[in-house]
T-cell receptor, first 116, second 114 residues
Framework: NAGVTQTPKFQVLKTGQSMTLQCAQDMNHNSMYWYRQDPGMGLRLIYYSASEGTTDKGEVPNGYNVSRLNKREFSLRLESAAPSQTSVYFC???????????????FGDGTRLSIL | AQSVTQPDIHITVSEGASLELRCNYSYGATPYLFWYVQSPGQGLQLLLKYFSGDTLVQGIKGFEAEFKRSQSSFNLRKPSVHWSDAAEYFCAVGVGGGYNKLIFGAGTRLAVHP
């Protein structure tokens, strides 16, 4: 099925380890996003990429880095994992921004990450 | 600053009963509003969206939502709930101006009793 694909689906890390979460979309969308979901807090934006070649910080960027590898792929890296980064991570994509119009975002199924 | 409030953390309804999930937003301009649903272990699926025009919008799975500017609300409704509607529901406001970002509420978890 067309959509947003995230890998891996589950991961357990030890404190201080590094890891890259992968995301790819096949809808030819220009914009891509990384969120984290924690109980009672909804989804919070970590980083986003409005178009290929650009990335910007969201609400909670500390401890993360991103790479927009090409139009399809947007990866999230944890350089030195901390227990506070235990969460469910979602990647999303959307059409490019157009003036003030806001497009719906399409989400992957998430990566469940535990840091011990 | 933009924000979304979903006052109800948990709601339980009986199958066949009507449903209304509340959403209040804070945004300076005309808002773009969305409702998403998340089933356990899944990603978020778009239920419906409001961009402009008719304030009552229809979505998938028999859901509808009404935009009320005077109350800064965008409540989600369904006339008759099915057991398969048990999930978590998120309201979001869109921030445009070249950013296309969504601000999410904390979510409302819906349980359905048989």
């Amino acid at each position: 099925n067309a959509g947003v694909t995230q890998t891996p689906k589950f991961q357990v890390l030890k404190t201080g380890q590094s890891m890259t979460l992968q995301c790819a979309q096949d809808m030819n969308h220009n914009s891509m996003y990384w969120y984290r979901q924690d109980p009672g807090m909804g989804l919070r934006l970590i980083y986003y990429s409005a178009s290929e070649g650009t990335t910007d910080k969201g609400e909670v960027p500390n401890g993360y880095n991103v790479s927009r590898l090409n139009k399809r792929e947007f990866s999230l890296r944890l350089e030195s994992a901390a227990p506070s980064q235990t969460s469910v991570y979602f990647c999303a994509s959307s059409e490019a921004p157009l003036d003030r119009r806001v497009w719906p975002q399409h989400f992957g199924d998430g990566t469940r990450l535990s840091i011990l | 600053a933009q924000s979304v409030t979903q006052p109800d953390i948990h709601i339980t309804v009986s199958e066949g009963a009507s449903l209304e999930l509340r959403c209040n937003y804070s945004y300076g301009a005309t808002p773009y509003l969305f409702w998403y649903v998340q089933s356990p272990g899944q990603g978020l699926q778009l239920l419906l969206k409001y961009f402009s025009g008719d304030t009552l919008v229809q979505g998938i799975k028999g859901f509808e939502a009404e935009f009320k500017r005077s109350q800064s609300s965008f409540n989600l409704r369904k006339p008759s709930v099915h057991w398969s509607d048990a999930a978590e529901y998120f309201c979001a406001v869109g921030v445009g101006g070249g950013y296309n970002k969504l601000i999410f509420g904390a979510g409302t978890r819906l349980a359905v009793h048989p």
